[in-house]
């Protein structure tokens, strides 16, 4: 008999303590198991200034610079140029800013994509599509006293996409 009020007594005591104990031992489980994080984009207006092969992988340095737009670019421009006498808006509607120094360097992806708005004497052609010679062509050929703003894609440290910005 007292077996038998022993093993009535210790069973929901041994339940109770198991059921108050396991949570905690699932909840350390999950608490060390890594959860991938998701790939991070990022996107910057740059200058482009270097575009090479480099150990078999191509390699660019990125200059990042500020892009303004429109109301943006007349307050960043009287910021500025300490003109506003002889002008009150960003000349063409948009202005670039340029105070940061350092130059990027990433590899860049087998798969990027390189979209122009490339124009010659009669016509633009919006967000065209590239292969990687073409750009690079398009690099070599242009004024190298003038800079063309660029904006790129980086996914988890690697140049995915190249797009140029239109100047007028």
């Known amino acids: 008999m007292k077996v038998r009020r022993l093993i009535k007594l210790f069973f929901p005591v041994l339940m109770i303590f198991t059921l108050l104990l396991l949570p905690s031992s699932i909840s350390k489980a999950f608490a060390t198991t890594k959860i991938p994080k998701k790939p991070t984009t990022e996107k910057a207006p740059t200058y482009i200034t270097s575009f090479k092969m480099d150990h078999g992988k191509w390699v660019g340095k990125f200059d990042y610079i500020q892009w303004y737009f429109g109301k943006a670019a007349d307050r960043e421009f009287l910021k500025d140029c300490n003109c506003r006498k002889e002008m009150d808006h960003a000349p063409d509607g948009y202005w670039i800013r340029n105070v940061n ?43 190298k006293r003038h800079q063309i703003p660029f904006h790129i894609e980086v996914k988890n440290g690697v140049v995915t996409k190249i797009t140029q910005q239109y100047i007028p």
Not at 106 to 134: C, D, G, H, M, P
């Open 101 to 143: 120094p350092k130059i990027r360097t990433f590899t860049i992806s087998n798969n990027a994509q390189y979209v122009l708005q490339t124009r010659n004497a009669y016509e633009i052609k919006w967000n065209e599509k590239v292969t990687r010679s073409q750009f690079i062509t398009f690099l070599k050929q242009q004024d």
